[in-house]
């Protein structure tokens, strides 16, 4: 999450030595308001890595913000055109200390007791929910302009709120006072906060979106039947729903018309290009599909995780089942032929994988000193 913001905030990563730093206090509002909205999931997110801290006032996700922040702004001082903004530091501090807030309050509505054994908000399907917000980011801002590549968001969006449905069903159902209205508004707010890279483009279209996904949370959750029986190993069935519908997203960002062919990606690529719109909107789109894969290896290694095998025999799942839908999705987009700039990518996107199932295994080892 960390290094993707990394990546909004300084591309094009054209850095230059500068005879003056220049501090500035000014702002404006739209400015003002996304810097609090962005650093929301990283102070939520930070506060969650924590465990049970004790950190009630969540000073701890505060000072992890304005530390994250101060190293943007600085960076920044290098880039043409780029200068530090005090005001950017306090709003990004300000969002990620919403963050640790809304987590500390969403805990308090979700009583543990009623719960089970495992907090809902630590379940490995729940993961899911924080991987596609890094995910529906990159794709926000892998849609630039172009309309018609917002129902591969809105794809995304319904994928999450089928996690949610499934996890409100099996684990939050019978907690009072998180009702089915409140799940609703936790979802539209979890997509709004992950679409914010897009909806200053389409505010009309993606608010209509969000308003689906909030329903869509009541309709897939009302026509989901639950027994005592997979109530402790809901996930697996849950995953071989969606694991179709993520297939089909894999295949569309792959193969859309305008994604950046691999083979324009070498060694020696000139950033310095990259501070061209189109050139930044094809950037994003090719780190898209390496993030993808981040969450296709964990997916895989959920799918396993109740096999009780060991982490080599897992991750050399993820290696062959990536593996094999990359050299397949290069073949169906018209690279028969493995470049090394093929090769390259079918590496990175493995090692995406690969990543995305270490997530879920160092994940299951605290579930289980849980």
């Known amino acids: 999450m960390s290094i993707i913001v990394l990546l909004i905030t300084l591309i094009p990563f054209d850095f230059r030595m500068t005879e003056q730093f220049k501090i500035t206090w000014s702002t404006n509002l739209t400015d ?97 929910i924080y991987l596609l917000v890094p995910l529906i980011w990159l794709s926000g801002l892998a849609t630039g302009k172009e309309a018609n590549r917002l129902w591969v968001v809105f794809l995304l969006g319904l994928f999450g709120a089928s996690v949610l449905s499934s996890t409100y069903n099996h684990r939050l159902k019978k907690i009072p006072a998180f009702s089915r209205f409140k799940l ?13 890279t897009v909806m200053v483009y389409f505010p009309v279209r993606v608010i209509g979106f969000g308003v689906i996904v909030g329903v869509m949370v009541q309709i897939i959750g009302r026509l989901s039947k639950t027994t005592g029986k997979d109530e402790q190993r809901f996930e697996l069935p849950t995953l071989k729903r969606l694991l179709p519908l993520y297939i089909i997203y894999l295949l569309i960002i792959a193969m859309w018309p305008t994604t950046l062919s691999h083979g324009e990606w070498q060694l020696n690529t000139h950033f310095e ?7 930044i909107i094809l950037t994003f789109r090719f780190v898209e599909y390496i993030a993808a894969f981040t969450l296709f290896g964990y997916m895989i290694a959920e799918m396993r995780g109740r096999k009780d095998e060991s ?60």
């Open 32 to 128: 003002l308001i996304t810097n609090i909205f962005l650093f929301i999931p990283i102070g939520f997110f930070f506060k969650l890595s924590r465990g049970h801290s004790r950190d009630a006032l969540c000073l701890a996700p505060l000072l992890f913000g304005l530390i994250l922040s101060t190293a943007i702004e600085f960076t920044q001082s290098f880039i043409p055109g780029r200068y530090t903004q005090v005001i950017d530091v306090a709003a990004n501090g300000l969002g990620a200390w919403l963050g640790g807030i809304f987590l500390v309050y969403l805990k308090g509505q979700l009583n543990w007791k009623h719960g089970g054994r495992l907090p809902a908000l630590d379940l490995p399907l729940m993961s899911l």
């Open 184 to 196: 609703s508004l936790v979802a539209m707010g979890w997509f709004y906060i992950s679409t914010l």
């Open 273 to 279: 290009e990259l501070a061209f719109n189109e050139r």
């Open 311 to 370: 982490a080599g025999k897992t991750l050399g799942w993820i290696f062959f089942l990536t593996l094999g839908s990359s050299i397949l999705i290069e073949i169906l987009s018209g690279f028969p032929e493995l470049i090394i700039s093929n090769i390259l990518a079918i590496g990175t996107v493995v090692a995406a994988g690969l990543y995305g199932g270490v997530i879920y295994i160092l994940q299951l080892a605290a579930i289980r000193r849980l």
